[in-house]
């Protein structure tokens, strides 16, 4: 793809309106707008994520899923595009895959808590669920293709595996919700 962006400061959506790629014109409220907002809003979190150490196998996860979701936003910004790949749900479905098989099995609720990097990766699994719901939304007012919710569905399940892998990274584990009756029956 060309350069596209001659200027950042257009003001053409001084009125409440924003360009879609096909170059129709949407209120900025729109259904489609806010979906491309809550994916854009979840790839800058997976860039702060990034700045955390963490396994160079998880990192190079994580940049191909920044490019995937910058796909994701190019085709919700052009009605009737396609640019997020099938073979894309499939790399995320081999990622869960192999990264769960390490863990131990999860018999308890966990707390979205624990290493700085086990935070923002629960941060990040949020994010794709509500950008998730967006694309959900969209998809009941317009024709959407099944791929965006796909992805973002198996993208938040492997941020919750990946949060529990980085507690784990330097010796920790998972943080265990305790429920106010659990709580009752732990002697103080």
């Given amino acids: 793809m060309g350069k596209r962006l001659t200027q950042i400061a257009t003001r053409t959506g001084d009125n409440g309106t924003t360009g879609l790629g096909d170059n129709t014109r949407v209120p900025k409220h729109s259904a489609r707008v806010q979906a491309m907002g809550d994916v854009d809003e979840l790839n800058s979190h997976l860039g702060l994520l990034l700045c955390e ?50 863990l131990p099995k999860l018999e308890e609720f966990i707390l979205p808590a624990g290493t700085r990097a086990a935070a923002q990766a629960h941060v990040c699994r949020t994010v794709a669920r509500r950008a998730e719901r967006s694309v959900v939304a969209l998809g009941a007012a317009e024709p959407l293709r099944d791929t965006p919710r796909h992805y973002l569905n198996r993208l938040s399940d492997l941020m919750f595996v990946l949060a529990r892998v980085l507690n784990r990274m330097d010796g920790g584990d998972d943080v265990y919700w305790r429920s106010e009756r659990m709580a009752r029956q732990v002697p103080e």
């Fill in 53 to 102: 150490r963490l396994p160079p196998s998880v990192s190079e996860l994580l940049v191909e899923v920044q490019h995937q979701l910058f796909n994701l936003g190019g085709e919700l910004s052009i009605p009737g595009f396609e640019l997020l790949k099938p073979e894309a749900v499939l790399t995320l479905d081999q990622a869960l895959a192999q990264h769960n098989a390490a």
